[in-house]
């Protein structure tokens, strides 16, 4: 994957006042670093609730939570993972007669989506040969890829330069 064409979309469930949510903070601010300082072409975070009925209709979706679950479940199958228990599906009845809902999508704390250009890439967290793999453990993996990407562009460097006699 090219360093230079990353895009992260960070969906919380609130966006708390800075300062007030030290691990949504942190998570931000580890972000927007690899943003500023980094190759990471662009940060969204975006608010998108606690759930969402799965049969809304897009005028009742302004952040196209429906949408994006449904990618994000594909991306979980083509890759063998799960995206639960941090996605939690329950079915539901709607009190209006003239809206059933099959269920909804109780969405997680904070959600990590890494895309390459258009293409999704990584989905964090998520559950992968029961192993969990956490916000956290994807910010990671970026930064770490960051240091690698660096550290090729130095040794590409250093076999540039031609020593001064």
Do not use: K
Request: aromatic share 4%; with cysteine.
């Amino acid at each position: 994957m090219n360093v230079d064409s990353i895009r992260l979309v960070l969906r919380l469930r609130t966006l708390g006042p800075s300062g007030l949510n030290p691990p949504q903070t942190e998570v931000i601010d580890r972000l927007q670093g690899l943003t500023e300082d980094g190759p990471i072409d662009d940060l969204d975070v975006d608010v998108w609730g606690t759930s969402m009925g799965l049969t809304r209709t897009a005028d009742r979706d302004p952040v196209g939570t429906s949408e994006t679950v449904a990618e994000f479940t594909r991306w979980a199958d083509v890759h063998g993972c799960t995206l639960r228990p941090a996605f939690d599906w329950r079915s539901a009845e709607s009190e209006d007669a003239d809206e059933r809902r099959s269920g909804r999508v109780v969405t997680p704390l904070i959600t990590l989506a890494v895309y390459d250009g258009v293409r999704l890439r990584a989905v964090y967290p998520h559950v992968d040969d029961d192993d969990v793999n956490t916000v956290h453990d994807g910010i990671e993996a970026l930064e770490s890829m960051v240091r690698d990407a660096e550290r090729s562009d130095d040794e590409q460097n250093e076999r540039l330069v031609v020593p001064l006699q």
